[in-house]
């Protein structure tokens, strides 16, 4: 508006001063047009004297008169324009030769599966040739079957992982760029699952080594307890014992995480877990040496769909340990009651506590607060993988001398109406 009014203003100014021109003379139009030109060649030395007092550093070989364009502004601009182009192509052929370091596959292609960019371990990895001149779709490049569903969803929660013709495993992510153009990108993992299956046999053959000879060990050891013998001896026999016993429940609990982690959710059937959680309340109360006061406030008939040893086991730990670690006599709540987001499962208590150095690495394997306690430190991790498999995870609020708070939820999702 404000650009109006001062153009209305100066031909308001040229068409007067060109009128008052034409009372001593004729030819008004010519007095105007010699004055407009004027005027333009005014704005004109204006422009080139603020661009140049803007641009101090700015070579100042530019002429004046500049017939690339008509006004020096945009003259200006379309130069700054190129120039910004011309650093722009620069970076983007200097990132494509990054690119072509990276480990991954990567592909730029339409929603309808055209390709419109791959670097050269994509070809390398399916085999192909591409270049940009040609038409190549992603279907016929990565043409198995499983591929084209997953491509086609519009909600991808999981990465999808192809198992090919030549042994390898590879994992696919594919995000959008926008509504039409997506990226995908395929890393080889066949590296990582052979040493998953390695580790997996390795557990397996331990298991089976070990369970034998331990077996046979407990057999003796309980031999020797029935038979008399003197106060150092019974000693040793009762050490041995405790320790023969603290290696079977390891091998147990070792032998569980394998079975965890190598699991599906095809494995997975509705069951009351109500019920579950309150078998534990009676095996709780055996359990209870320190003489805690554990309340169970337990939703009855809640039903989940899910794999019912491992939630047993998660469950069963957390009340445990709860029961273990406590400390002093203490108040535990055990509770499994609807929230917002499902059902929650939680274990309260009110006793020694947790220093917060501890809680990032309580579901490490092995990880122990007091080494001098009994324990293998395998619990709350078999707690976080069985948990991981029902797509929920465990949180852990605690203060010393406070007490602990251990819950997970189960999504509205795995819930069944019965």
């Known amino acids: 508006m404000k650009k109006l009014i001062n153009l209305f203003v100066e031909v308001s100014l040229a068409i007067s001063v060109a009128f008052l021109f034409s009372l001593f003379s004729d030819y008004f ?7 407009l030109l004027c005027l333009l060649a005014w704005h004109h030395v204006t422009e080139f004297r603020l661009l140049q007092a803007l641009n101090p550093k700015k070579n100042r070989d530019v002429s004046l008169i500049n017939l690339e364009s008509f006004s020096q502004t945009v003259a200006y601009y379309r130069n700054k324009n190129k120039k910004e182009k011309r650093e722009n192509l620069r970076l983007l052929s200097k990132l494509n030769k990054n690119i072509q370091y990276l480990p ?32 190549k779709n992603i279907f016929n490049v990565i043409f198995y079957e499983q591929f084209k569903p997953y491509f086609q969803q519009s909600k991808k929660t999981r990465p999808l992982v192809l ?6 495993y590879l994992e696919i992510h594919i995000h959008y760029y926008d509504a039409q153009t997506l990226f995908i990108v395929t890393r080889d993992i066949t590296e990582m699952i052979r040493l998953l299956h390695s580790r997996q046999t390795f557990l397996n053959n331990i298991n089976h080594e070990l369970r034998t000879p331990l077996t046979v060990l407990q057999g003796y050891l309980e031999m020797l307890a029935d038979a008399p013998a003197d106060a150092f001896q019974q000693k ?9 016993q603290r290696m079977a429940t390891l091998l147990r609990q070792l032998d569980l995480l394998a079975k ?7 494995d997975h059937c509705a069951f009351n877990m109500s019920e579950m959680i ?22 009855p008939n809640i039903h989940v769909l899910g794999n019912e040893n491992q939630l047993h086991s998660a469950v069963s730990n957390l009340v445990y340990n709860a029961i273990k670690h406590a400390g002093k006599p203490s108040q535990i709540q055990v509770s499994w009651q609807p929230c917002e987001q499902g059902v929650q499962f939680k274990v309260q208590d009110n006793g020694n506590g947790i220093p917060a ?10 990880y122990r607060i007091n ?24 949180e852990i609020q605690s203060e010393e001398n406070q007490g602990s708070t251990f819950s997970f939820v189960i999504k509205q999702r795995f819930i069944v109406s019965v």
């Open 236 to 244: 040793a026999v009762e050490a041995m014992q405790a320790q023969s």
């Open 278 to 299: 309150n078998s534990l309340q009676n095996n709780s109360e055996i359990l209870n040496c320190h003489q805690h006061q554990i309340d169970f406030n337990i939703a």
């Open 104 to 135: 991954d596959a990567m592909f730029i292609c339409q929603k309808d599966g055209e390709i419109s960019w791959c670097n050269q371990i994509a070809q390398q990895m399916f085999d192909f040739y591409w270049h940009k001149k040609m038409h």
């Open 163 to 168: 198992f090919t013709h030549n042994q390898r």
């Open 29 to 35: 139009w010519l007095w105007l047009v010699a004055i």
């Open 260 to 266: 965890i982690e190598s699991s599906s959710s095809k």
């Open 357 to 366: 150095t501890h809680i990032p690495h309580l579901t490490e394997r092995f």
């Open 371 to 394: 080494h001098q306690a009994s324990g293998s430190g395998l619990g709350l991790a078999i707690v976080k993988h069985a948990l991981e498999q029902h797509h929920s995870h465990l």
